[in-house]
């Protein structure tokens, strides 16, 4: 990986955190650098970002002021997704992040080439959502 992809992943986190870049923006910037995946682990407040070799750069990332719940709660997990697809008035990722932790979401792996994201609980329930049509 070089330091041009690694500065990308920077970039992109940095956007996500500070809500000025959308996800479909990220996505494709990732894409273009060369990486086919990322995961965000809430528990070590980590991004890492992957290319197709099994190189990755591995970024620290904002901690959540929020426990997980014990529980995976889907139907909440769903819930903040929505409010992310749709951009709804006020929508923040730092928010999108509380309210995944407070659903029991762990963490999120997201997978360019497979066109969707997996959400994990504590104990190892799972949500996957397909990035919608564009």
Do not use: W
Not at 35 to 56: H, V
Request: proline letters at 4%; one cysteine or more.
């Amino acid at each position: 990986m070089d330091e041009h992809q690694k500065a990308i992943a920077r970039t992109c986190l940095e956007a996500a955190e500070g809500n000025t870049m959308a996800f479909p923006h990220i996505v494709g910037m990732l894409m273009e650098a060369g990486f086919e995946s990322y995961a965000i682990d809430f528990r070590r407040a980590t991004a890492t970002y992957y290319l197709p070799n099994g190189e990755s750069v591995e970024l620290p990332a904002h901690r959540v002021d929020a426990s997980i719940a014990p529980a995976f709660d889907t139907a909440r997990m769903q819930a903040a997704i929505r409010e992310a697809q749709q951009q709804v008035p006020g929508y923040t990722y730092r928010g999108f992040c509380e309210k995944a932790l407070v659903a029991g979401c762990a963490g999120y792996i997201v997978s360019f080439s497979g066109r969707r994201a997996l959400y994990l609980g504590r104990t190892a329930e799972t949500h996957v959502e397909h990035f919608p049509n564009q």
